[in-house]
């Protein structure tokens, strides 16, 4: 690791301040991607901004026909909050199945949106459930928020301090695991919204993405069966040492079935 | 057997204190003014070093000194040897590297060291050995055994003209070629073995100090027994008398294989100490652990096998590249032709056999033993050869085995190892009827009905336990306050040394096990003959080695008690730790402290009861098994699951069935890490792309089978206590348990083999077939959740 300052600000105010003074300053929202990469040296921040201390933005509240997050709840909290069991328990699922014990318990929803890993749980839940990001500047559309790989509409001096999920009629997510890591090799979140329906894809792109074909078809009619038929295709999606783009491509299509039947 | 003698399940004694952190590892270790080391490594995997500039680094805050080969080779340091000598059937030697200490003008693999850097703190010497400038000029590189072989592949050494330095055979290949020319049958396979990474939870890690006034140095390092280690440091490398040279492991946190060898570092990290008189503390990073620990496997092979008109093998031929890295690790060439020739062609009787090794040089870390070292690999294309010869013959898959098992004991292998004993068809019967073989298509068809697709394997395998060196030293002391102490040359990075050998005690002087204390890993301490654990040896080895400590114990409290007990020694007998005398009788403890005291023993005596033995093995022996899988694919995500694991061991007598349940519930679970997730890869420019947990795909309990285990043990004629070794076994059956079960599953689909590690993209594009342009990726497995 290389030297940095760490700072602890007890208000938003004071973490906005510091990010615009220092000069490579970084947020620290859990560090579960930081902290590895300041350990293996790939990264040299010269301050380390650390929300852990600004209570305001840990938390799950009932908002009319939505359920807000704050920033810096974690990953744990969000999968036993008993509002989000009852009213998205896909969102539960979802948070209960990132990573391992040891992530869920110090990672937190503002950290891994603002990341925007691809191989992320949460953005296909942002997307898939037409999530608010909501900063200390403005609310951002989940269809505006992720650009492509660990890049979002972020503005340098703009912190996450909450995340709102409207509430769907129903919901599944399905996710297929990478065994050492945890993240999705490819991760899709089902919502239906009255007749609209909203397909999110992690995992299996440079960055989250709504599945256009897939809710045209099951806005006609919402059951598994319908995407038999509609192939994905692989030409944008990634090609790594973990799997091929084709193989995402027919795993997008198997997760996207499988969301629905446990939706 | 007794309450807490031999065949007991004594739980560990050293649990409670592994379990509550108190452990004490190389890391725990610190020494009074210690400064650290850091090393700059290649990110080059293949490069010439144009020019080296250390201004900026040895100006850097806190350090104390920056070496580089320059200043070993000034200072008459060697570079390291491989130790195998190899030859071709002409006669001709191997041609040998030496792996310099540090890089010397060129790198050959990611990770190679290439400066030390010592400095007050660890960060301060990570930051200075950043700014260590190099000019790299960058060179063609190759990772691929199979590529290194090709016309115009860079070259490792230039000066050998080819990246092979041998081609060693058996012996010719007419005899076979003839017997498989009148073969009924001829059965073809081609493997790859995949490399693997061993990946000990604790890193490399070593506290070098020098004391000047007495002109010794002080090693800790976690290795398997010191003892070979230490000659080399001080004889080779700093060239001080043997016991000038102190090397002490602690707790280790792993083995594998991996621990004995006297890497690199720990040379730099000896000679950095003395050089600057004082001690000097290092622990890798996991990257570093990563890419310059030694890789196991990474093996290719192609085999034909000749079957009779009856399914009987009439001969094998085998042609096998292995991949040594960059350069030749102290045992790198030797894992196909005597770790895996120990016992090729496995349970099996081969009349014509021909082998033909050829090690290949390529720009990685070095290959050498890993749990198995040779006998998985071998074990795997003799299982994968047997189901391809059911598949041909048309005989059940036990069939053919059971009409190939070697029957006969002793049986000379036709590499000139002798098996001394088995019962290969009992285990293999043990093991069906436990998974419950008979009913197994029930069982598929369910599935079936399901959705998914199901399938069972079986593999026999058979093992070489005791290691290359024939000897083991052991002592065994009894104290005044009655307890026992064991000074082992053996010594436990996990095994249970401590609970079993204190059960032998316990066996043989009747003292009970808390009450017997376990010395080891210290060179200064442990005997001077000791050699250490590695091959499944100890239970063997050191068991034996207490066996005879106790029994010269027992000859000279006999003499001890006659004089007490005012007897003839030939009127005393001791069973039970209770010396007897017609109606009188002493307990081992009393003779023992009596023992001790100069005025209560015959005149002439040495008092105490304190003996050795440096046990001589008359051979290795021969564990052996039989495991059988059964796995449940969902062919939609190519998913499989194992649903069923039996593992039956002959590992002759059993000392502990807990501790032997141990090591095979761990020796599968790294079989199937590299059946199913485990994947060391270098991508086309050398980098090497699975160095973290994140991406190289550990095998974790949670994702562990169930094991039902069983014993079909003969006890081994060829060691006092009739053991065979147990700690590799697992390793050797899972592999191709699982692949065979994958194969049946697919049988429908024409799948007739599959390479490791067996991924779901693998196993679903062999359902779905060619309908693809690209080929599938080198990936890792995942999981639904």
Known sequence: MHNFDYHAPKTLDSALALLRDKEDGKIIAGGMTLLPTLKQRLAAPSDLIDLAALSEMKGVRRDGNGIVIGAMTTHAEVAANGDVQSLIPALSHLAGVIGDPAVRHRGTIGGSVANADPAADYPAAVVGLNATIVTNKRKIAADDFFVSLFETALERDE????????????????????????????????????????????????????????????????????????????????????????????????????????? | MGQFGIGQPLRRKEDPRLLQGRGQYTDDMNVEGQFWGAFLRSPHAHADILSVDLEAARAAPGVKAVYTSADLD????????????????????????????????????????????????????????????????????????????????PLLWPELGQNVPVHWQNKPSTEADAA???????????????????????????????????????????????????????????????????????????????????????????????????????????????????????????????????????????????NLGAYMAENGPRMPIEGGGRIIPCCYHVPHFYFSVKPVFT?????????????????????????????????????????????????????????????????????????????????????????????IGVAAFIEAAGGRAPTEDMRVRAELDGSVTIFSGSHSHGQGHDTVFSQLVNEFLGVEPASVRLVQGDTDVTPRGSIGTFGSRSSMMGGAGIKMSCEKLVAKGVKVAAHLMQSEPDAVTFSQGVFRAGAS????????????????????????????????????????????????????????????????????????????????????????????????LYDAEGQFVSATYMDYGMPRAHRMPFIEVGFNTVACRTNPLGVKGAGEAGACGAPPAFIGALVDALRDYGVTHMDMPATPEKIWRAIYGAQFDTQESDGIYAEVT
């Open chain 1, 159 to 263: 912190i996450i301090t909450s995340v709102r999920f409207p509430i769907p009629e129903r919901a599944g997510y399905e996710k297929f695991r990478h065994p050492a890591s945890g993240y999705a090799v490819v991760g899709v979140m089902v919502a239906k919204f009255g007749d609209k329906v909203r397909v999110g894809v992690t995992g299996a792109a440079g960055s989250a993405f709504r599945a256009s074909d897939f809710e045209a078809a099951l806005e006609k009619n919402f059951s598994s069966e319908v995407l038999l038929g509609i192939a994905v295709s692989p030409d944008d999606l990634l090609s790594d040492i973990h799997c091929t783009n084709e193989y995402r491509a027919h795993l997008v299509n198997v997760m996207a079935r499988r969301a629905i039947a446990a939706a």
């Open chain 2, 74 to 153: 000034a200072d008459g340091v060697p570079d390291m040897p491989c130790e195998v000598e190899l030859a071709d059937l002409a006669g001709a030697p191997m041609w040998k590297p030496m792996r310099p200490i540090l890089a010397r003008n060129r790198v050959r693999f990611v990770g190679e060291c290439v400066a030390l850097v010592v400095a007050q703190t660890q960060a301060q010497a990570r930051e200075a050995a950043e700014l260590i400038e190099i000019n790299w000029s960058p060179r063609p590189s190759v990772a691929d055994a199979q590529e290194a072989l090709k016309p115009g592949a």
């Open chain 2, 180 to 322: 498989m020319a009148g073969a009924a049958w001829r059965v073809d396979v081609n493997i790859v073995n995949n490399r693997l990474v061993p990946a000990p939870m604790e890193p490399k890690a070593a506290l070098a100090s020098w004391d000047e006034q007495e002109g010794k140095l002080t090693l800790w390092a976690p290795t398997q027994g010191g003892r070979k280690i230490q000659a080399n440091l001080a004889k080779r490398y700093l060239r001080i008398a043997q016991d000038k040279m102190r090397v002490i492991s602690l707790d280790v946190g792993g083995g594998f294989g991996m621990r004995g060898q006297t890497y690199p570092e720990y040379v730099a990290l000896v000679w950095a100490a003395k050089q600057i008189g004082g001690a000097v503390k290092w622990r890798a990073d996991r990257t570093e652990t990563f890419f310059s620990d030694y890789h196991g496997r990474d093996q290719v092979n192609e085999a034909q096998m000749g079957l009779d008109e009856y399914g009987r093998i009439v001969a094998l031929k085998i042609h096998t590249l292995v």
């Open chain 2, 363 to 455: 720009n990685t870390v070095s290959t050498d033993t890993y749990r198995g070292a040779g006998r998985p690999e071998a074990n795997f294309l003799m299982e994968r050869l047997m189901d391809a010869a059911a598949e041909a013959t048309g005989l059940t898959r036990d069939e053919v085995r059971r009409r190939n098992f070697i029957t006969e004991f002793p049986y000379k292998t036709p590499m000139g190892y002798v098996i001394d004993s088995g019962d290969f068809a009992r285990g293999m019967d043990d093991a069906m009827r436990m998974a419950e073989w008979d009913t197994f298509e029930e069982r598929r068809a369910e599935a079936y009905s399901r959705g998914y697709l199901r399938g």
């Open chain 2, 585 to 680: 009788e002493m307990s081992f403890t009393q003779v023992a402290q009596a023992a001790w005291d100069a005025t209560r023993i015959p005149e002439g005596m040495t008092p105490g009861l304190d003996e050795g033995h440096n046990f001589q093995r008359e051979a290795e022996n021969f564990p052996n098994g039989c495991h059988v899988c059964e796995v449940e694919i969902d062919p939609e995500t190519g998913i499989a699951e194992i649903v069923r694991y039996v593992a039956v061991d002959d590992c002759g007598a059993v000392l502990n069935p807990l501790i032997v349940h141990g090591q095979v519930y761990g020796g599968v679970a790294q079989g199937l890490g590299q059946a199913m997730i485990e994947n060391a």
